[in-house]
């Protein structure tokens, strides 16, 4: 079975731009993730979806938001790039909703560059 | 106090050598627990879980301290393989804590 997907790998983008971040499921995990990486820190929550319903958010401003489609699969996207926002974005995988004893497997990220 | 909290390092041993993690959380109604591990420039991935008071696989033993509120990650004959970045996870209501994490460097 195929794992945790994400496209693009790579973006570079400029301040004031917007991005969207792609993330397909493991096959029959209803809930996604999204998680900010930057360097030298842990994983920071961002969003979860369960069911296509927005399930948590993260203390994150408003230009984050995200959505998840009938396939499970997900969209981040970020408006107004700001030079902060250049990190890893991750995007985990888990077959039932809330963070508590569900196992989340990561997707290998989208590494975004702002300039 | 952070919710969880992990020394960075980096710890930097020897082949075969025995090496240990220690993890502090803030929330003593946690009931569960991760260790994952980040190798450079990739994704988490789960090393290990912890219910109880430990877990052990392998080369490997996470002990859980519910008293005094953490966890500790033991790597016993570490590995060149073993050099990685190790993350202590809480699961909290919809999402995972993460720490910053430890480095890990085994050297030859």
């Known amino acids: 079975d195929a794992g945790v997907t994400q496209s693009p790998t790579h973006l570079i983008k400029t301040r004031g731009q917007h991005v969207t971040l792609r993330c397909s499921p493991i096959s029959g995990h209803k809930s996604v993730s999204w998680y900010q990486q930057v360097l030298g820190q842990g994983p920071q929550f961002i969003f979860q979806y369960y069911e296509k319903e927005e399930r948590g958010r993260g203390n994150f401003p408003d230009r984050f938001s995200a959505r998840q489609f009938p396939n499970y699969s997900s969209e981040l996207n970020v408006n107004a790039l700001l030079l902060g926002d250049s990190a890893l974005y991750l995007c985990?995988?888990?077959?039932?909703?809330?963070?508590?004893?569900?196992?989340?497997?990561f997707g290998p990220g989208t590494r975004l560059t702002v300039l | 106090r952070k919710e969880v909290e992990q020394d960075p390092g980096p710890f930097n041993v020897p082949e075969g050598a025995t090496v240990a993690f220690n993890c502090t959380y803030s929330?003593?109604?946690?009931?569960?627990f991760f260790w994952y591990r980040q190798d450079c420039r990739k994704e988490p991935k789960l090393l290990m879980s912890?219910?109880?008071s430990g877990n052990e696989d392998g080369r490997f033993t996470a002990q859980l301290n519910r008293a005094s509120q953490y966890i500790s990650l033991l790597i016993r004959d570490s590995k060149l393989s073993d050099s990685a970045t190790y993350l202590c996870v809480v699961p909290g209501a919809d999402k995972l804590i993460f720490g910053t994490g430890t480095r890990l460097q085994v050297f030859p």
């Open positions: 912890v219910y109880s």
């Open positions: 985990a995988s888990s077959s039932l909703a809330g963070g508590r004893g569900d196992t989340q497997y």
């Open positions: 929330n003593s109604a946690s009931q569960s």
